[in-house]
């Protein structure tokens, strides 16, 4: 199964934190009237420009159920249109070669207290593992930030969140070796 959108658009500017609350604010706003609060989890480098761990990113990416995905589509494509930036959402944690679809039950709520959307970033755990899967040179400098920052999390732990994503076959292999 492929994240969605799978095809990169141009990228018109870089973004800082002050954009990327921008947008979640935006979001909360679009989101008036609905029913149920929306739920959106901070991945890649989105989580590190909120973290404040690197200035900029080149898009927002977000992990959503399917369901809010859907409710929150047609706003997404407006904004992204509105602003010029990118939004990478990858529903139910369906990721480029694997699923991680334990994110939610490990992430961290934000201090960020929006009317009809629920703010979250994965843990560092969960940044950990999912760095080392892209395994992109700019992914590795991410890696040795963070942990630069706040330390390596015991081993153990880190394989054990490794054992809880759903790999395809090509990760299958790396992960066997």
């Known amino acids: 199964?492929?994240?969605?959108?799978?095809?990169?658009?141009?990228?018109?500017?870089?973004?800082?934190?002050?954009?990327?609350?921008?947008?979640?604010?935006?979001?909360?706003?679009?989101?008036?009237?609905?029913i149920r609060k929306k739920s959106v989890y901070l991945v890649g480098g989105s989580f590190m420009a909120y973290e404040e761990l690197r200035g900029l990113t080149k898009d927002i990416d977000l992990i959503m159920s399917r369901q809010d995905?859907?409710?929150?589509?047609?706003?997404?494509?407006?904004?992204?249109?509105?602003?010029?930036?990118?939004?990478?959402?990858?529903?139910?944690?369906q990721l480029s070669g694997y699923s991680?679809?334990?994110?939610?039950?490990?992430?961290?709520?934000?201090?960020?207290?929006?009317?009809?959307?629920?703010?979250?970033?994965?843990d560092d755990i969960g940044f950990l593992v999912m760095k080392a899967l892209a395994a992109r040179d700019n992914d590795k400098e991410d890696i040795d930030t963070i942990v630069g920052h706040r330390g390596l999390p015991p081993l153990y732990q880190v394989l054990a969140r490794f054992r809880e994503l759903k790999l395809d076959e090509s990760h299958e292999e790396l992960y066997k070796e």
């Not at 990228?11 to 609905?34: C, F, N, P, W």
């Not at 995905?69 to 139910?92: K, N, T, W």
Request: proline share 6%.
């Open 1 to 34: 199964m492929e994240t969605m959108p799978p095809a990169r658009r141009q990228i018109k500017r870089l973004l800082y934190k002050a954009d990327l609350l921008s947008v979640l604010s935006q979001m909360d706003v679009s989101l008036e009237g609905h």
């Open 69 to 93: 995905f859907r409710d929150l589509s047609g706003i997404i494509a407006e904004i992204e249109s509105e602003r010029e930036i990118c939004i990478d959402v990858f529903p139910d944690g």
């Open 100 to 122: 991680y679809p334990t994110y939610a039950s490990h992430a961290v709520r934000l201090p960020i207290g929006y009317t009809n959307l629920n703010t979250f970033r994965v």
